[in-house]
């Protein structure tokens, strides 16, 4: 790769980096092409993009998007996206499914870096749907009650007149 090349892909990433809301480094030593395009495949689906970076290309790019404190080491496949949420059940369900190759190492989620075992927390909450689909079951279940006791109303009457 030439010095033109790695400063456009510098320039790319920090551009990417900035507008991201959530990144995640992972160790993918091990992993077949197949299944990177699957993580691939379901990381774009969710709206995040997937990238095999060079640390020392990754660690400029982050210093100019201004998000400092990852320490990049070892093999590393980086996973960004605007939805934390999105960004965070999609690399801890592909954990599950590839328990030894794939190994959540870091992030950088809310402003700051974080470990693993906060990406994997943040997996385990409700996605945006989730909560939407909640949200719509309280507020209908008064009218439901509503529905329910008239409904029951009408069937005693019809009763008593028998």
């Known amino acids: ?3 033109a090349e790695k400063a456009g892909l510098i320039e790319d990433l920090t551009e990417s980096f900035k507008s991201s809301d959530a990144i995640a480094v992972c160790d993918y030593k091990g ?26 290309l990754a660690s400029i790019a ?6 400092e404190g990852l320490e990049l080491d070892g093999t590393n496949i980086f996973i960004w996206g605007e939805d934390q949420l999105e960004v965070s059940k999609a690399v801890a369900d592909f954990a599950k499914d590839n328990k030894d ?21 943040l997996s385990k909450l409700p996605g945006r749907d989730e909560l939407i689909g909640m949200l719509l079951s309280v507020w209908t279940a008064p009218l439901r009650n509503m529905v329910t006791g008239l409904d029951n ?5 019809a009763e008593e007149e028998a």
């Not at 982050?62 to 998000?67: D, G, H, P, T």
């Not at 109303?153 to 009457?157: F, G, Q, R, V």
């Open 31 to 56: 992993l077949t092409v197949t299944q990177l395009e699957t993580l691939r495949k379901d990381v774009r689906k969710r709206g995040g993009s997937v990238q095999v970076i060079k640390n020392t």
């Open 153 to 157: 109303l009408a069937k005693k009457k």
């Open 62 to 67: 982050l210093k100019n998007a201004e998000k």
């Open 101 to 121: 190759l794939f190994i959540i190492k870091k992030g950088y989620f809310d402003g700051g870096a974080v470990e693993a075992s906060h990406i994997e927390a």
């Open 1 to 3: 790769m030439t010095r």
